[in-house]
């Protein structure tokens, strides 16, 4: 993948193409005509008070919300131009498009069984070549050295720091594309969350980093761009520097202002 | 002064509720073990039963396989469906409320209604006679709700941020349910098959009607046999042996509480997620 995006380097596409999306849980509008293009090997970051949308509109990038009963949705979500919500393999779009999670959760096995789970689950039997994946997905995550002597034991003894780039990592073994980070450091500690924000802003030359986020300064400090949602519209988008220090909206102003949320 | 009695009073009642309860398990656990433990013989765990040396071999012998064969066929079922229930089926769904009405419709049954049920239909009309066969599926019978309704506790009790992890990771359902939640989930099948065990053990009714009460190692799946219950039930009925029949009960006693304890610990042990 990443040799496709070097050759593409003069004219970069769009990572992803959002067109018109709407999403209904049940009766309840949670996505209004969202229109958004988010470029390749950048951060973005979707602000917005609790029950905007935002997290809705992640999990709808990696078709997650199939999970959710009574989802229904209308419009267009393209990845690299194909629609993901026509012939794709939802198996394979997950595998193109990683998740990690607001709460760190690891699986109840051990650090390597974790890693291995996602290239083990597309067909990698091969011990050396687990092995490497193993080495490189926490070497890519930062976590190696500390946790290179216990890769057998159990994930659950790790710090929720620790378990929390353990998930980077685990998503990270199964080469995707793209990372949807939804809310990752919100049950962190202050050191954790800075260790992960450093993390995902080295993980940008080589992935798209998509990250759902309720700390602003976090959003001024990481991301290229921010998308700022109320209600289920996305108020306004742009260049993180813009956002942050010139909205165009009021509501957008509002919100960075602290004057609700 | 009278809220000073009656807290008074209400304090010696729970506390004699407590003890009358203490002391009767008490009592009935020691005047098995006194009238038991002195007939037990090296004689009664001879392979050979006859009608002067009731031998319990043979019939602990037969509760084993009793329990395997009968586990072998509501384990996979058990799991399976609850399986089904948590992981397939739609929240609301129709079928899920009528199966979880009848698992619990199931567990209410007398043991001897199930007895009944199999002797008509195992014994008779499939013509399988008074055998292990028709016992293990009459007791199969049995204990599926139980197996169902505590996996079905089981999976209900893994996060769902695993499936969601799995799933994230491009894990189809199968792989997410044989390789994420079942092994999460496994304390909480263990101690309801363990529980299982503990019913197909302890069971006499449904089998007499069932498995017949012939007292030697079966020849074959479609022979007569008698388990340790039954063989008890049979000495103490017949009056012949009383005696025998204490000591038989010492076994069973030993047995099924062996059992609980196991059931505790295995969801002592996994329960804390290793």
Request: hydrophobic share 45%; aromatic share 8%; net charge neutral.
């Amino acid at each position: 993948m990443e040799k496709i995006e070097k050759t593409d380097m003069i004219e970069k596409k769009d990572k992803f193409t959002i067109g018109n999306l709407d999403l209904y849980y049940g009766d309840f509008h949670a996505l209004k005509g969202i229109n958004l293009n988010i470029r390749p090997n950048e951060i973005t970051a979707f602000i917005g008070p609790s029950g905007c949308g935002k997290s809705t509109l992640l999990k709808s990038l990696n078709r997650m919300n199939d999970l959710v009963e009574g989802c229904r949705i209308t419009g267009q979500v393209l990845l690299d131009g194909e629609d993901i919500y026509g012939d794709m393999n939802v198996n394979l779009l997950r595998k193109r498009v990683g998740m990690v999670f607001q709460k760190p959760n690891p699986f109840p096995m051990s650090i390597y069984d974790n890693i291995a789970f996602g290239p083990r689950t597309h067909g990698i039997t091969n011990k050396a070549k687990l092995d490497e994946i193993v080495e490189n997905s926490l070497r890519s995550a930062a976590i190696w050295d500390e946790l290179k002597d216990r890769l057998k034991k159990s994930a659950l003894g790790l710090s929720g720091g620790q378990q929390q780039r353990l998930c980077i990592a685990r998503a990270l073994a199964v080469e995707p594309e793209v990372i949807l980070m939804d809310e990752p450091t919100s049950a962190l500690d202050p050191i954790s969350t800075s260790k992960i924000e450093d993390l995902a802003v080295e993980l940008k030359d080589r992935y798209t980093i998509i990250m759902v986020t309720h700390n602003m300064q976090q959003a001024a400090r990481i991301s290229d761009k921010t998308a700022f949602f109320l209600l289920g519209e996305m108020v306004e988008f742009g260049e993180t520097d813009q956002i942050f220090s010139v909205p165009k909206d009021t509501r957008t102003e509002n919100y960075i202002t602290g004057r609700f949320g | 002064m009278r809220k000073d009695f009656l807290s008074r009073l209400l304090r010696f009642l729970v506390w004699a509720a407590a003890i009358i309860t203490m002391s009767l398990l008490i009592l009935l656990v020691g005047y098995i073990l006194i009238n038991g433990i002195p007939h037990l013989k090296a004689s009664l765990f001879d392979l050979n039963y006859t009608s002067d040396n009731v031998s319990m071999l043979p019939s602990i012998i037969n509760t084993v396989l009793m329990t395997i064969i009968s586990l072998l066929i509501a384990a996979p079922i058990g799991i399976c469906s609850a399986i089904y229930l948590v992981e397939y089926a739609k929240r609301g769904n129709k079928l899920v409320e009528v199966v979880r009405i009848t698992a619990e419709t199931l567990s209410g049954i007398p043991s001897i209604v199930y007895g009944l049920f199999g002797a008509i239909f195992f014994v008779t009309v499939l013509g399988w006679g008074l055998s292990l066969l028709s016992g293990a599926f009459t007791m199969a019978i049995m204990i599926l709700p139980l197996i169902m309704r505590t996996t079905e506790e089981a999976l209900k009790s893994v996060p769902d941020s695993y499936r969601e992890g799995s799933f994230g990771l491009g894990a189809g359902r199968l792989r997410t349910i044989f390789r994420v939640v079942l092994p999460s989930a496994v304390p909480g099948i263990l101690s309801g098959v363990i529980l299982a065990i503990g019913r197909v053990v302890g069971e006499t009714a449904a089998l007499m009607f069932t498995a017949g009460t012939v007292a030697k190692l079966p020849k074959s799946i479609l022979s007569s046999t008698r388990t340790l219950s039954v063989h008890m039930y049979t000495l103490a009925n017949e009056g012949l042996h009383v005696d025998e029949a204490y000591a038989t009960a010492v076994v069973l006693l030993v047995i099924v509480i062996l059992i609980n304890g196991l059931s505790s610990l295995v969801a002592k042990r996994l329960g804390k997620g290793e």
